[in-house]
């Protein structure tokens, strides 16, 4: 079963007035054709968050999505995960939430899954977890909360639970920034996004995606108390990381 996608025309036209990037209902319904050709190897990413969520997912606990937009990751994770086990998904966007509610429904999802509005810089309601992800969303949240959010996480993971993370990242060598960005807009322009898309886009972000270093999410996972992190994944300034709790 399949789902007709929009075509992210968001900045298409010259705005005169740009304003912060919001996950607002004009982005939620254009959503996962700008993810898809925004994000370098997306769907191989999504394919590897289902891979590795399946086989550290346990029985008794549950999978949570936090930041889980239009439930793309909860659908490929349920290919994968063995029944019994409950998905809860969170955003704070209603609008994302609202579409997510309405994707699954489609798609008839055959396990208890819970969808919940919550602003994830205050608190995160994580309990009894034995695999959580976050794609594409630490990046959004405030340096200032980001460690206290993922200690939050792993201590309402069970023993041996693991913490999925995919972000936008800086290099670790400031000479290399530049270059991968140029790489990463040339990803963009071969996705058929027009310069004025790019340039609007990349200030409408400037205040509200802010990267770290692949190395200070690693040290910021051990801070808050896992045990191994690994990378699992590297394009140029995309990184995905698993942590695990022992």
Known sequence: MSEAINSDQVFREKLEHLSDFEFNTKVAGVFDDMVSRSVP??????RMTSELAGNHAQQGSYVYDLGCSTGTTMLLMDKTIQEGIGFIGIDDSEEMILKCREKLDNFKLNRHVELQVADLTKTVPVENASVVTMVL?????RPINRLNIV???CDGMVKNGVFILI???????KSFNREYIDYYYDFKRRNHYSELEISQKREA???????YKTSENINM?????FD??????????FTGII???L
Not at 137 to 141: D, G, W, Y
Not at 221 to 225: F, K, N, Q, T, Y
Not at 228 to 237: A, D, I, Q, S, T
């Open 137 to 141: 969303v630490l990046q959004f949240i």
């Open 167 to 173: 972000e936008k990242v800086l290099t670790e060598e």
């Open 205 to 211: 972000l400037e205040n509200v995606l802010i990267p």
């Open 221 to 225: 996972l051990h801070e808050a108390g």
């Open 228 to 237: 191994e992190v690994e990378v699992f994944f590297r394009w140029y300034n």
């Open 41 to 46: 190897f997306y769907d191989e990413l999504q």
């Open 243 to 245: 942590a695990k709790k």
């Open 151 to 153: 200690r939050q996480i």
